[in-house]
């Protein structure tokens, strides 16, 4: 069955960096073009970020331009978001999600990892 | 970039039919699909609809979708509610400009 494990998550303060992971299972994990949606504390769903199925596409909200990095790693079949320049408005339940048509299909999602970011 | 609006919330008895509704801001409502999430509470969102109008496997068909041009909107239907359907509903679609999601406001609906 499809598995997507998020971790990385913890406590950082603003101007810090922090690095999350997913461990993804149960699919051809080369298939699929796979996102980042954030969800502040007791707020609505955020799109964060999408990378292609061959990692070579990238795309980001504007909320985080500049600032957060997505990539993946075939051979690990993970992906990951590299989170700099933090803010206290990054603070929220990041979750990874696959992508079932390339065009925002999100039909699996792991169970989330939580970034606080306060000084 | 466009934005999709839901109300706030809504509640039914059990038993009954509700719908809510998700109206696209700019831009037509058929251009892309919509799909719908639920998230129970301390849950993470799981996909009740796909494709505007169809039922992934193992999602009872109390649930349907349809999508209406004239109102520009697609809305949500449960019918014979029951008490496990209370939660969080979200709508979604996708944005050529950033090759994202855009996802409404979320809709909680409270069965009561």
């Known amino acids: 069955q499809v598995q997507l494990v998020e971790s990385g998550g913890g406590v950082a303060q603003p101007g810090k960096s922090l690095r999350l992971s997913c461990a993804a299972s149960?699919?051809?994990?080369?298939?699929?073009?796979l996102h980042w949606v954030r969800q502040a504390p007791g707020k609505g769903l955020e799109w964060v970020a999408v990378?292609?199925?061959?990692?070579?596409?990238?795309n980001y909200a504007d909320s985080v331009k500049g600032r957060f990095t997505i990539s993946r790693d075939k051979s690990k079949n993970t992906l990951y978001l590299q989170m700099n320049s933090l803010r206290v408005d990054d603070t929220a339940v990041y979750y990874c999600?696959?992508?079932?048509?390339?065009?925002?299909?999100?039909?699996?999602w792991g169970q989330g990892t939580l970034v606080t970011v306060s000084s | 970039n466009f934005l999709l609006t839901q109300p706030h919330s809504v509640s039914e008895s059990p038993g009954k039919t509700v719908t809510i509704s998700c109206t696209r801001s700019?831009?037509?409502?058929?251009?892309?699909?919509v799909q719908w999430y639920q998230q129970r509470p301390g849950s993470s969102p799981r996909i009740v609809i796909s494709?505007?109008?169809?039922?992934p496997s193992g999602v009872p068909d109390r649930f349907s979708g349809s999508i209406d041009s004239s109102s520009n909107s697609a809305s949500l239907t449960i019918s014979g509610l029951k008490t496990e359907d209370e939660a969080d509903y979200f709508c979604q679609s996708y944005d050529r400009s950033n090759h994202g999601g855009v996802f409404g406001g979320g809709t909680k609906l409270t069965v009561l």
């Open positions: 149960g699919f051809t994990f080369r298939s699929y073009s």
């Open positions: 999600v696959r992508d079932d048509n390339g065009y925002c299909l999100f039909d699996y």
């Open positions: 990378i292609s199925s061959d990692g070579t596409d990238k």
């Open positions: 494709r505007d109008d169809q039922r």
């Open positions: 700019s831009g037509s409502i058929d251009s892309n699909y």
